[in-house]
DNA sequence: TGTATATTCATTGTCGACAATTGATGTTGC
DNA sequence: GCAACATCAATTGTCGACAATGAATATACA
């Protein structure tokens, strides 16, 4: 399976300033990662990143650092560096923190959310509505996560925000694993929850909100557990 | 009011091993921002640590990059590194955060929990009964902090524990800033709510371990708005 | 031939030095 | 006396090089 294009070459002439080397770098890796352009414990090379990018370890390293403190990479000390595995084994505990936080964020979204907030809401569902009517399953899944991370900023609780977005995140590189293979189906039914949860949002109805968002949250979570269930049965012949 | 005992001097000629530097430095500073050795805002110069533990500016400026992703310090690009100030303002999204994972990690330590994660929240328990009759504040701040976090882990979720870690951290300096004048009073009512915490665990009745550690938490909360209120009120006739 | 030990090699962690940036200081002109 | 500008000093971000580490390979020995 083609996974993405291949990374955007850097030019190593251009002169950066000062701090843009380790931001370059730990952008580039973080949606590399992000979109398996770079396997999951596949080895990450200092010395040809910095060379890639055309700087020295220095700046590379403080962006791998930074990346370990996300959990986007795990660091073996004096060994190497590799892109951080898909706990599959704990993923019934990703999955209960992902629900959660669905709760959690889109009821504060219907307590506190502006005017503004709405509208922005509904640009980003305006976009995932395009992104889906053009099959264009990497726009979806990255245009999904900033939904859903923008409701959480209309609720205005950076523990919970920072939470989710990580969440949402590693969710990603599950949904771009499984996604791919079984290509449409499913899109339609989260696009009206989507359109409900902005609803409940917008008349403020917390309660209504919290029951769309477990819903919604249940809904994709089946959705991945089927895949790699499919996914087991697959491999399970093969090993017969 | 005194705060801790100076920090450990340490020994510039001892060989460290490979990567003690960083890992040394990150530590250190951390136990010195928790427990508010450091004051929040301050500034932290990489030179003096560098010269402080023997090492070069690298490894410092690594475990700097640390603590910055924990949100323990702050870096001003190219000017310098802060510790992170205590963010008053949005204390509610801390005091939300916190109740919701005091809930949820206690909910799941009740259904999750093993005998060998009782007997460890059992010794903590003792250890935090230890401290409230030596009137030992650090070490009640510590242990309490301490006993909650393994409860955490009985609950078995990652992402949970991760955010109610650090959530206690930041409450610790909080802890820290108001305890100390105002030096007893409370400790007994949380020593009871402590042993029905573990009682419900113990017999893996969900809800009531989630009453108690909603109520729990609410005490706490409204502890430390108080001593905030009164520590207005002082400033407010300062003022006038 | 198989096992234990020494050597090589690739890669990391650390260092000291340099250059870029920014606030502070000093200077000039009005 | 003050504002605009230039210079200075302090500190950061980056670099190239070196040393420590562990794995792979080679060697010695039974």
Not at 21 to 40: D, F, M, S
């Amino acid at each position: 399976m083609s996974l993405d294009e291949p990374g955007p070459v850097q030019l190593p002439d251009a002169k950066r300033k000062r701090g843009q080397g380790v931001g370059a770098v730990y952008e580039t890796l973080r949606h590399e990662i992000l979109n398996l352009t770079l396997e999951p414990g596949s080895p990450v090379d200092e010395v040809k990143l910095a060379e890639r990018f055309g700087i020295s370890r220095t700046p590379v390293r403080e962006a791998m650092v930074k990346l370990a403190g996300e959990g986007l990479v795990v660091t073996l000390p004096n060994r190497f560096t590799i892109v951080a595995p898909i706990d599959f084994p704990n993923l019934s505990q990703f999955f209960d923190a992902l629900s959660l936080m669905y709760r959690v964020t889109t009821r504060l979204a219907a307590a506190s959310r502006t005017q503004d907030d709405l509208e922005a809401i509904r640009e980003l569902q305006r976009g995932y509505t395009l992104a889906v009517e053009a099959r264009d399953v990497p726009a979806m899944i990255e245009v999904n996560r900033n939904f859903h991370v923008r409701i959480a900023q209309a609720g205005r609780n950076r523990y919970y925000t920072d939470l989710f977005s990580r969440l949402l995140d590693e969710g990603r590189r599950l949904l771009r694993l499984y996604y791919s293979s079984h290509n449409d189906a499913l899109p339609r039914v989260y696009l009206q929850e989507h359109e409900d949860m902005i609803a409940a949002i917008d008349r403020q109805d917390i309660e209504a909100a919290d029951r769309i968002a477990q819903a919604h949250a249940q809904q994709i979570v089946r959705q991945i557990q089927t895949y790699i269930t499919e996914d087991r049965r697959l491999n399970a012949d093969i090993s017969l």
